[in-house]
Structure formats: C-alpha cells, structure tokens
C-alpha cells in the first residue's frame, strides 16, 4: 500500500467479544455462562473460557497497518461491564479512543448506530481517509459498509466464523475472519471427560511414589532467568519482526516480502523500533542477526527481500 494510505479502524467489542466465546464454546454459552457479569480472577471455570475466548486487539489492530497508517481506533462497548473491563491494558497499551455505550434496553447498547455515524462523520471530516475497518459480523453494518465504498474509501470487514453475515462480507471490498489473522493463536477448548473413581488398591498403591516426587519437585526449584534491559529489547524486536512478516505474507504468494515494506510495516506496528538502537548500522544487518527465525534473499536489482524460516 502507498505510504499516503490511512486507516480508520472501528470495533464493535461487544459483538466480538461475544462472538468469539460462543464460537469456541458453543451457541448462547456467554448468556448460559453469564460470562457479561462475571469477574475474572476467581479461578473456576468461567475464567478458563474467557481467557480461552480473550480476543487480540494487538493482531487486529497490527493487520489493519497492513493497509497503511492507523490513523484512528476506535471500540464501541459498555465498559462498566467487568468482561469488557478486563481489556483494560490491552486497551491502553494500544491507544485505543474508548466509547461508553450503556445498555439502554436489555443488553443492547446501540454501538451500530453510533459507529456508523462516527465512521460517516470522520470520512468527511478527514478526506485524507483511504481506508475503514469495520471490526464486527453483524449485519447492521452492511449499509455503513456499503456508504463508505460510495465515499470511495476501501472497506475491510473482520468477524468471527459462524457470527458474520454473509451480505456483509459481499459489501467489504476484503473480508477477513478473525481466527485466521496473523498472530491469533489458535484455542481448542477441552474435551469433557468423565472422571472414573479409581479402586481403593490403585490408589493406595500410588499415594507414596506421589509424595515422593512432590517432595524432589519442591527440593529443585525451577531457575528463571532474569533477562536484561538489552535482552528485553532484543526480544521485543524479534517477536516484532516476526509479526511485521506474518502480516505482509498475507499478501505475498510466495511469502517473501521487500525489506522495505518489513521495515515499514513494523514501524507502524511500534513507531519506537530503530534498528540503530539495538546496536545494528543497517536493517539488514539486525535482519541477519535472527537467521534463526527469518531469512534473506538478493534480487539482481541489488534489493533484498525477507521471510519467516
């Protein structure tokens, strides 16, 4: 995409919040869980399923730089709601302009209404626009969508499977689902299985090699490594990267990318990143020094290009 491409990028969070959950766990599971009111920390079986569901603004809000600068973000939610709450350093550490919606009848709150007239608005207050992600499945959305391209701006849908309306992915110009975004890991909630009372002899039997091997695992704590200052900076780049390429690839038929548009990319991803900070004089350079996880090619033209190993 030209340098010249900005990005306006609206999530509906309630919706996708709700639809990632019962897409992993089955239809209506938030309301029989009643996974809306229900407070992190408690350590039962709800808390598993909300962080099994937890969505990442980080891979969204990364592949939406894909298609040029962020230049707005924006989530549409009731906040005082502790599920949406939990987000909150996700949230922050994203920048993300937050818009409280209360529910003013039942549980909804509206947000296709007011993010539709916000998107609108925006377009014609910003003409340097080029781009709307409209981050939700639901069909409400089809005429915001359907507006925006008569705006002539490129409109690009992201859902979740089995929550998206099929008309809605036919009024994006790109439509993309959430699962199979770049960095979205994937979760297969566990089976249930029956437990079956073992004999009375087997347990017996058990109980004194149990204790003994508690006893070695508490004898021999783990060693954790405490990184440095460095070593954390090295870190952060690498993973940095690796996201920067994952992201380009998506439109790559081959999966090597300029070192150009990596660098780029990565940049909007984490306007902090420069290489000359970590000790490398040429991205190139910091490039190689990860041949573990990324290697490079020489074009004729005297460009070079990258890919994940």
Same mark, same amino acid.
């Given at each position: 995409?030209?340098?010249? =491409?900005?990005?306006?990028?609206?999530?509906?969070?309630?919706?996708?919040?709700?639809?990632?959950?019962?897409?992993?766990?089955?239809?209506?599971?938030?309301?029989? @869980?009643?996974?809306?009111?229900?407070?992190?920390?408690?350590?039962?079986?709800?808390?598993?399923?909300?962080?099994?569901?937890?969505?990442?603004?980080?891979?969204?809000?990364?592949?939406?730089?894909?298609?040029?600068?962020?230049?707005?973000?924006?989530?549409?939610?009731?906040?005082?709601?502790?599920?949406?709450?939990?987000?909150?350093?996700?949230?922050?550490?994203?920048?993300?302009?937050?818009?409280?919606?209360?529910?003013?009848?039942?549980?909804?709150?509206?947000?296709?209404? #007011?993010?539709?007239?916000?998107?609108?608005?925006? %377009?014609?207050?910003?003409?340097?626009?080029?781009?709307?992600?409209?981050?939700?499945?639901?069909? @409400?959305?089809?005429?915001?969508?359907?507006?925006?391209?008569?705006?002539?701006?490129?409109?690009?849908?992201?859902? !979740?499977?089995?929550?998206?309306?099929?008309?809605?992915?036919?009024?994006?110009?790109?439509?993309? &689902?959430?699962?199979?975004?770049?960095?979205? #890991?994937?979760?297969?909630?566990?089976?249930?299985?029956?437990?079956?009372?073992?004999?009375?002899?087997?347990?017996?039997?058990?109980?004194?090699?149990?204790?003994?091997?508690?006893?070695?695992?508490?004898?021999?704590?783990?060693?954790?490594?405490?990184?440095?200052?460095?070593?954390?900076?090295?870190? #952060?780049?690498?993973?940095?990267?690796?996201?920067?390429?994952?992201?380009?690839?998506?439109?790559? &038929? @081959?999966?090597? %990318?300029?070192? =150009?548009?990596?660098?780029?990319?990565?940049?909007?991803?984490?306007?902090?990143?420069?290489?000359?900070?970590?000790?490398? =004089?040429?991205?190139?350079?910091?490039?190689?020094?990860?041949?573990? !996880?990324?290697?490079?090619?020489?074009?004729?033209?005297?460009?070079?290009?990258? #890919?994940?190993?």
């Amino acid at each position: 995409m030209p340098d010249s =491409s900005r990005v306006a990028v609206y999530l509906d969070f309630d919706n996708m919040v709700i639809s990632r959950y019962d897409n992993l766990h089955g239809n209506n599971s938030w309301r029989n @869980d009643n996974a809306r009111d229900h407070r992190p920390g408690g350590g039962d079986a709800t808390d598993t399923r909300l962080a099994q569901a937890e969505v990442d603004l980080g891979a969204i809000i990364d592949y939406a730089s894909s298609f040029g600068t962020v230049a707005l973000t924006r989530a549409y939610a009731d906040w005082s709601v502790p599920a949406n709450a939990a987000y909150k350093h996700q949230l922050i550490d994203r920048a993300v302009d937050l818009v409280q919606l209360f529910a003013t009848s039942g549980t909804k709150n509206g947000a296709d209404i #007011r993010l539709s007239i916000d998107a609108v608005n925006d %377009l014609v207050d910003h003409k340097d626009l080029t781009h709307v992600v409209i981050v939700a499945g639901d069909s @409400d959305y089809i005429a915001l969508a359907q507006r925006c391209r008569r705006m002539g701006r490129f409109v690009v849908g992201i859902g !979740v499977t089995g929550s998206t309306s099929r008309a809605l992915v036919a009024a994006c110009d790109e439509f993309s &689902d959430y699962g199979d975004l770049p960095g979205v #890991r994937t979760v297969v909630p566990p089976k249930k299985v029956e437990v079956v009372a073992a004999p009375a002899q087997a347990v017996a039997t058990k109980k004194a090699p149990a204790k003994k091997a508690a006893a070695a695992k508490k004898a021999a704590p783990p060693v954790v490594k405490t990184l440095t200052k460095a070593e954390k900076a090295a870190e #952060r780049a690498t993973e940095l990267l690796v996201r920067a390429i994952r992201v380009g690839a998506e439109k790559s &038929d @081959d999966g090597w %990318l300029q070192a =150009s548009s990596v660098k780029q990319q990565m940049q909007r991803m984490d306007s902090t990143f420069k290489e000359k900070s970590l000790g490398y =004089s040429t991205f190139k350079a910091f490039i190689e020094a990860r041949g573990d !996880v990324a290697e490079i090619k020489s074009k004729d033209s005297g460009q070079w290009t990258v #890919r994940l190993r």
